[in-house]
């Protein structure tokens, strides 16, 4: 016969091996995960996750962790924590989060902002349409519509997040400058009316 002790000692046992589970999926993953992600890789129901993330959170303060959870917009993210984050830089060149081709593109924005997205896309190609969403969704950058494209500039929440702070990156890119004059240049060209 289960008692309702022994009920307890069950729910509390599910509770600690759902809170391994939870952690788990956010080691692993390295990234920004909405809710659905949680639900899908963790197989465990979104009110029990929020409980969790709150005891995940709770559980890194308590022990003075080097780890904390990190929400923005409605995503989460396992990070170390900002005062550690030289040991990631050593350990690693940019963010495992974004791809090579992602950083560039981002690094092209952080250098030149503000800068049209057409210009971007001329430069790096149709993918950096991805990429550019993908950073804005994270608000790394904000868009502002002008005229047939937009303008890209990042947000205070980049220089938190790469714990840079503005104009830290200068010296970056000095070697795609011209290929960005070039582009620049180009695209105005194509925007002048043409007198027939």
Do not use: C
């Not at 008692?3 to 599910?14: A, L, P, R, V, Y």
């Not at 830089?89 to 049209?116: D, H, W, Y």
């Not at 205070?156 to 960005?180: A, C, H, K, Q, T």
């Amino acid at each position: 016969m289960v008692t309702s002790e022994t009920q307890e000692e069950i729910d509390e046992g599910k509770q600690k091996e759902d809170l391994k589970t939870l952690e788990a999926v956010f080691f692993v993953s390295g990234r920004f995960l909405n809710m659905q992600e949680l639900i899908s890789l963790s197989d465990i129901n979104p009110i029990m996750i929020q409980e969790l993330i709150g005891k995940l959170k709770d559980k890194y303060e308590k022990e003075n962790s080097a780890l904390e959870i990190i929400e923005k917009n409605g995503l989460w993210k396992m990070d170390v924590k900002p005062e550690y984050s030289y040991i990631i830089n050593k350990l690693a060149t940019g963010s495992a989060e974004f791809t090579k081709a992602e950083q560039e593109t981002l690094a092209i924005i952080a250098f030149k902002q503000p800068i049209k997205q057409s210009v971007i896309i001329k430069i790096r190609g149709n993918k950096a349409y991805d990429h550019i969403k993908k950073f804005a969704d994270l608000n790394l950058i904000r868009k502002k519509k002008m005229g047939h494209t937009n303008e890209l500039n990042l947000t205070d929440e980049f220089y938190d997040y790469f714990n840079v702070s503005e104009g830290s990156g200068e010296n970056v890119l000095r070697e795609m400058e011209e290929e960005i004059k070039q582009a620049e240049k180009e695209i105005e060209e194509e925007e002048e009316p043409k007198n027939d």
